[in-house]
C-alpha cells in the first residue's frame, strides 16, 4: 500500500461532525488518521460511536494525542477549542483546522501568536493555501455567504436583505435536546433566534470585506423536520435584468471547485452527503431571489475542513471530496 502523505489527527471524534471526518479522511487518498482523541470513549473502537463505519477501519478512540501529527481537527463544542489549545500543545508544524465559532471572527483570529484564516475557500482561497491555521465557516454562514458574496462584491447590497434558512437535525449536535428528540421533530417545523443568530457575525465581516456598502440582514433560521441539510433564500432589491446577475454569479464561481449555479429550481437532496453548494436565481420585479443548499455536515463543515486541508497542503481541491448524491 502506497504511503500517504500527511497525518491527521482528529480532537473530538465520537459525534457527527467527527464522524463525517472520520469518513472522508478514511477514504481520502493522501491523508491518513494518526489519532482520534475522546475523553469519553477512550479505548472504544470508532464504529462503536460510528456504525456506518464498520468494516472500514480498526481504530479506537484514544485517550492521548500526538502532538506531532501533520494536521489537527478540532471537532469541540463551541467555546471548547481555546481551552484545549492552551491545554494540549502541537508542534510547530502542525495545522489547526478548528470547526467551532472560537476563531471566526476577526477581534477573535489571533490567538497564542498565531492567526486563524477564515476558511471559505470561494472568498479566502489563495490566503487558506498559506495558512497555518483556519477557522471553519459555520453551516449557516457558509450557505448565506454563498448567495449573497457576488452582490457584496458588486456593491448591489446597499439595501436590505431577507434571509430565511431552514436546517436539519443535526445541525444541533449529537447531544439531546428538546427540540432534537424524533418525537417533536417530526412532522414538525419552527424557528428559532431569530434576527439574532451566532452566524451573523461571520457572515456580516465577509460580506464587508470588499468595503461596499450592505444593508441589515434580517435571518430568520428554522428547524427542519428531517437530518441533513439548508436550504437558504435570501431576497434583496436588484435593479439588473436576470441574465445580468447570472452572468454576475457565474463570473464570481467561474474557479470555485464546488459551487455551481443552477437553472433548474433547488432541492435539498441534490447536495446532502455531497461537499457541494448549488445557487439558484430568480428575479420578480425588483427583487431577486438567491437560493442556496448545502449539507450542513459536509459543505457546512467536515467537508469544507477537508476541502481546506487539501488547500493548506497543496492538494488538488477536490481530493477525497467528489461525493455523489443520493436524490432517489
Known amino acids: ?33 494518526d489519532f ?43 467555546g471548547n477549542s481555546t481551552s484545549f489549545l492552551n491545554e494540549n500543545k502541537f508542534s510547530a508544524s502542525t495545522k489547526i483546522i478548528d470547526l467551532s465559532n472560537d476563531f471566526r471572527l476577526q477581534g477573535d483570529s489571533m490567538f497564542n501568536g498565531q492567526r486563524f484564516i477564515y476558511g471559505l475557500p470561494e472568498l479566502n482561497k489563495s490566503a487558506i493555501q498559506a495558512a497555518e491555521a483556519i477557522a471553519n465557516p459555520g453551516c449557516f454562514a457558509t450557505a448565506i455567504q454563498l448567495a449573497l458574496l457576488p452582490l457584496a462584491k458588486a456593491g448591489l447590497l446597499g439595501n436590505d436583505v431577507h434571509i430565511n434558512a431552514v436546517t436539519g437535525s443535526t445541525g444541533a449536535g449529537v447531544g439531546l435536546s428538546d427540540t432534537s428528540h424524533f418525537s417533536w421533530r417530526n412532522n414538525n417545523v419552527s424557528w428559532y433566534k431569530p434576527f439574532t443568530h451566532q452566524h451573523l457575525g461571520e457572515i456580516g465581516e465577509s460580506l464587508n470585506s470588499f468595503g461596499k456598502s450592505v444593508g441589515k440582514l434580517m435571518f430568520l433560521p428554522n428547524r427542519g423536520n428531517f437530518t441533513r441539510g439548508i436550504l437558504a433564500t435570501a431576497y434583496t432589491h436588484f435593479d439588473g435584468t436576470l441574465e445580468e446577475a447570472k452572468q454576475l454569479y457565474s463570473d464570481f464561481y467561474k474557479d470555485a471547485a464546488f459551487t455551481h449555479l443552477s437553472d433548474e429550481e433547488l432541492h435539498l437532496k441534490q447536495v446532502v452527503n455531497t461537499n457541494q453548494c448549488h445557487i439558484h436565481l430568480h428575479k420578480h420585479d425588483d ?3 438567491v437560493t442556496s443548499a448545502i449539507d450542513n455536515l459536509l459543505k457546512g463543515a467536515s467537508g469544507q475542513a ?19 448524491a443520493g436524490v432517489f
Open 1 to 33: 500500500m502506497r504511503k500517504k502523505n500527511i497525518t491527521a489527527g482528529i480532537i473530538g471524534g465520537s459525534g457527527y461532525t467527527g464522524g463525517e471526518l472520520i469518513r472522508l479522511l478514511l477514504n481520502h487518498p493522501e491523508a491518513e488518521i
Open 36 to 78: 482520534v482523541y475522546s475523553t469519553t470513549r477512550a479505548g472504544k473502537s470508532i464504529t462503536s460511536a460510528h456504525q456506518d463505519l464498520l468494516g472500514q477501519t480498526e481504530l479506537k478512540f484514544s485517550g492521548e494525542i500526538n502532538p506531532e501529527v501533520d494536521v489537527v481537527f478540532l471537532c469541540l463544542g463551541h
Open 306 to 324: 477537508v476541502q481546506n486541508m487539501n488547500l493548506m497542503f497543496g492538494f488538488p481541491e477536490t481530493t477525497g471530496l467528489l461525493l455523489k
Open 287 to 289: 427583487l431577486l431571489l
